[in-house]
């Protein structure tokens, strides 16, 4: 499963949410996959170095 597949995935899971609990699970879990993305999408147009420093 791609990044854009596991986001769009908890969209719909959120869509579909039947209580507070667990709509506050999936948000924070859509939160670290949109972060995972915008990183993935930073290191391939060069934005950061995906190399740690020396």
């Given at each position: 499963?791609?990044i854009e597949q596991h986001v769009e ?46």
């Amino acid at each position: 499963m791609t990044i854009e597949q596991h986001v769009e995935e908890l969209r719909a899971e959120l869509r579909n949410a039947s209580t507070l609990e667990e709509r506050r699970t999936i948000e924070a879990e859509l939160d670290v996959a949109i972060a995972e993305r915008e990183i993935c999408w930073a290191e391939l147009d060069g934005r950061i170095d995906a190399e740690p420093p020396f």
